[in-house]
């Protein structure tokens, strides 16, 4: 899983032979965004950017994010998620880097999060914003390829908590139930949905 053509076709490809399923709801939903980042260097392996959100914020304090945020007005959700990338890690992007969309996702409290699938090999110096971000991580996709994933029970046997267990710790659902589909989808060919997935309640607000 090098940086090259042959990786950026192969997501390219994947993305376009999956239907990515769009959520419509008679509730209102606050509409966001984020970006399942592909970097590296040429002929190097490549990762996913993974953030941490610093300890003093008053949403999801110390949680795994990825790069995104709420839409504005009139923005659409790919748009959406290349604005939030500069801003929080100081990345640009353009529509030429995006490959595809995975499967909306429902927060509990209360987003429609639609993951938009780049790839910027290459990228100059990361300049996280440090109100927003504590810490940038690089997720091999050799990595993210291995066994990681793991899931705990809820009440609702439908509904189990998805975590993956990358970097020596644990990622949760929502931001582990993209990285998940982006695995399932991108490195295997698999048109997995996760939908389902429950967020552990420290992640609920």
């Known amino acids: 899983m090098r ?22 709801s008679d509730q209102p939903l606050r509409q966001a965004a984020v970006a399942l980042v592909v970097v590296g260097e040429p002929d190097r392996p490549a990762s996913l950017l993974l953030t941490r959100r610093p300890l003093d914020v008053p949403r999801h304090p110390g949680q795994y994010a990825l790069p995104g945020g709420r839409l504005e007005a009139g923005e659409s959700a790919s748009e959406g998620a290349r604005r939030e990338l500069e801003e929080e890690l100081g990345l640009p992007s353009s529509p030429q880097d995006e490959l595809g969309t995975l499967d909306d996702f429902v927060t509990r409290s209360g987003w429609r999060i639609r993951p938009i699938v780049l790839y910027c090999p290459s990228p100059p110096p990361l300049r996280p914003d440090p109100r927003e971000v504590a810490r940038v991580h690089h997720v091999p996709l050799k990595e993210l390829a291995e066994d990681v994933a793991r899931e705990e029970a809820t009440g609702d046997p439908s509904r189990p908590i998805l975590w993956l267990e990358v970097l020596g710790d644990r990622v949760f659902a929502p931001t582990a139930a993209m990285m998940f589909q982006f695995r399932e989808v991108c490195l295997f060919g698999r048109a997995t949905r996760v939908a389902h997935y429950e967020q552990p309640r420290f992640a609920w607000r």
């Open 3 to 24: 940086v090259g053509h042959e990786l950026r076709q192969q997501l390219r490809d994947r993305l376009a032979a999956f239907a990515p399923q769009e959520v419509i």
